[in-house]
């Protein structure tokens, strides 16, 4: 109980277990902490609603499709072409 | 510069994934770089954020799928074998790039590949203990979360925040990023990532929320 008590008021405990739940499941006294803890913190609740947010951010970033001048010059294709074909020609 | 005879003559700009489960295709080398070059830049760039390194990559996944030729089967299409074998040499990146730089000084940390100079681990896991109270855990004032205003936000949609996104991006340790990003990329499975990188299943969890915990922070900090 005396632990339980340490965590409703620890930010630090409570931040873990936020990045734990959006991973893999709490236990059930994980989740059970967390709640409490929740209730009576603004901040992390501020936090959890950031912290999925980034979540779906980074995502959106990472899966963006290059704008539309991203392409390889054509030099560099034409050199990468050739290499592959030399490679071809020797192979045979 | 003329290339070698146009056998098919298909058109060579589609980076679209044609399946074409019907037959026991074989590859086309001289098609290559035509046909997916573009495609599997534009795959490896978000991914490697290092233009150069990109480049080298779809390189080397053209030769080294030169060499195992014989062993595609035709069963998937030619896109997504090149594609597997551009995503390993993303993953030898990061693996090389998370072990490689661990305990390396900050001054060096441009090397070789001189993709990120990310914060070293020590760095960054002192830098959010000062997020919360050593006594009692609680967040302290200067790091208090704050809301930002742009929770609606499409980052896509917003450049600023998404240079923003970049740049805290690339201030993590690189460990943290490639298990980060390994996470939020391609939905890898959790074992893949850690049998890949080498880092055990609790530890795992525990990078993905120090990289959080720091990204967030500086997001707060560069958006005030």
């Not at chain 2, 120090?210 to 958006?223: D, E, Y």
Request: glycine residues 6%; aromatic residues 8%.
């Amino acid at each position: 109980m005396k632990k339980l008590k340490a965590i409703i008021y620890n930010c630090r405990r409570a931040t873990e277990l936020i990045g734990k739940k959006q991973l893999t499941a709490l236990t059930l006294r994980e989740r059970l902490e967390l709640g409490i803890h929740l209730i009576g913190c603004s901040f992390c609740r501020l936090f959890q609603r950031q912290s999925i947010l980034i979540n779906r951010w980074v995502r959106g970033l990472l899966h963006a499709t290059p704008p539309a001048g991203t392409k390889l010059d054509d030099y560099f294709k034409e050199e990468l072409q050739k290499r592959i074909d030399e490679k071809m020609r020797g192979e045979k | 510069m003329q290339r070698e005879k146009n056998t098919t003559g298909a058109a060579p700009d589609g980076p679209s994934d044609q399946s074409d489960p019907s037959e026991n295709r074989l590859p086309d080398p001289h098609q290559w770089v035509a046909k997916y070059a573009d495609m599997l830049y534009a795959y490896a760039l978000p991914r490697i954020n290092d233009d150069e390194l990109a480049r080298d990559l779809v390189q080397e996944t053209f030769l080294a799928a030169l060499e195992r030729k014989d062993k595609f089967e035709g069963r998937s299409s030619e896109s997504t074998w090149l594609t597997a074998i551009l995503k390993n040499k993303i993953i030898d990146v990061y693996r090389k790039n998370s072990s490689g730089l661990r305990g390396v000084p900050p001054g060096l940390r441009k090397n070789s590949s001189g993709s990120w100079s990310g914060t070293e681990v020590a760095d960054a896991e002192r830098e959010q203990q000062e997020f919360f109270d050593p006594k009692d855990g609680h967040w302290t004032v200067a790091h208090q979360p704050r809301a930002l205003g742009i929770e609606a936000q499409d980052p896509l949609m917003h450049k600023e925040l998404s240079g923003m996104l970049k740049k805290c991006l690339d201030k993590l340790p690189a460990l943290w990023l490639s298990v980060f990003t390994m996470k939020h990329m391609d939905d890898q499975p959790s074992e893949v990532i850690c049998r890949e990188l080498k880092v055990t299943p609790s530890n795992f969890w525990v990078i993905i929320h120090r990289a959080k915990l720091n990204l967030r922070a500086c997001i707060q900090k560069s958006w005030f």
